[in-house]
T-cell receptor, first 112, second 110 residues
Framework: GENVEQHPSTLSVQEGDSAVIKCTYSDSASNYFPWYKQELGKRPQLIIDIRSNVGEKKDQRIAVTLNKTAKHFSLHITETQPEDSAVYFC???????????FGTGTRLTVIP | SQTIHQWPATLVQPVGSPLSLECTVE??????LYWYRQAAGRGLQLLFY??????ISSEVPQNLSASRPQDRQFILSSKKLLLSDSGFYLC?????????FGSGTRLTVV
């Protein structure tokens, strides 16, 4: 199946700064790339997603970019707030929002 | 609206005991269903997925099995638990437009 790599594994930023998390994928046929946020002990929640026919998508303070040639995509969070602290997972799929393969997660800590 | 129920929320089981985790979905028909495991401090590993009743695909060889006896019911089982089976188990469903996760089961094998 698809192999998704994610880095960094941990990230600490000062409140108000930006955070960037990067993922690479192995299968060039992948066409759907969601990002999930998981707070401690809770279920992952979708925060943003992008499909392969789009290079960038933005939703308020969150944006995702996709480089199909290089097979990597990134999550950008601007003006970080303490409530952004969580584990973030990227994922990829070759069949739309089915059979997602996840990265290993990034623990983001926003320091007030 | 669609909802997904997963239980129990926590479970402590001795090594060698059986396991049964259940997941049910409401408000949708013929969903794709998934079981993921999240080991402590690690990512989400896809264990099983099902595209229909009785249809189970396994992503990794392991001590676990899955069954889908009804369209909206997905069960994760083991005959004999190992210490390495400890983790956070998440059920999820998809209609091709997005994933929704259950609330998870934290399994501790002692």
């Amino acid at each position: 199946g698809e192999n998704v790599e994610q880095h960094p594994s941990t990230l600490s930023v000062q409140e108000g700064d930006s955070a960037v998390i990067k993922c690479t994928y192995s299968d060039s046929a992948s066409n759907y790339f969601p990002w999930y946020k998981q707070e401690l002990g809770k279920r992952p929640q979708l925060i943003i997603d992008i499909r392969s026919n789009v290079g960038e998508k933005k939703d308020q303070r969150i944006a995702v970019t996709l480089n199909k040639t290089a097979k990597h995509f990134s999550l950008h969070i601007t003006e970080t707030q303490p409530e952004d602290s969580a584990v973030y997972f990227c994922a990829a799929s070759i069949s739309g929002a089915n059979n997602l393969f996840f990265g290993t997660g990034t623990r983001l800590t926003v320091i007030p | 609206s669609q909802t997904i129920h997963q239980w129990p929320a926590t479970l402590v089981q001795p090594v060698g005991s059986p396991l049964s985790l259940e997941c049910t979905v409401e408000g949708t028909s013929n969903p794709n269903l998934y079981w993921y495991r999240q080991a402590a401090g690690r990512g989400l590993q896809l264990l099983f997925y099902s595209v229909g009743i009785g249809q189970i695909s396994s992503e990794v060889p392991q001590n676990l099995s899955a069954s889908r006896p009804q369209d909206r019911q997905f069960i994760l089982s083991s005959k004999k638990l190992l210490l390495s089976d400890s983790g956070f188990y998440l059920c999820a469903w998809s209609d091709g437009l997005g994933y929704t996760f259950g609330s998870g089961t934290r399994l501790t094998v002692v």
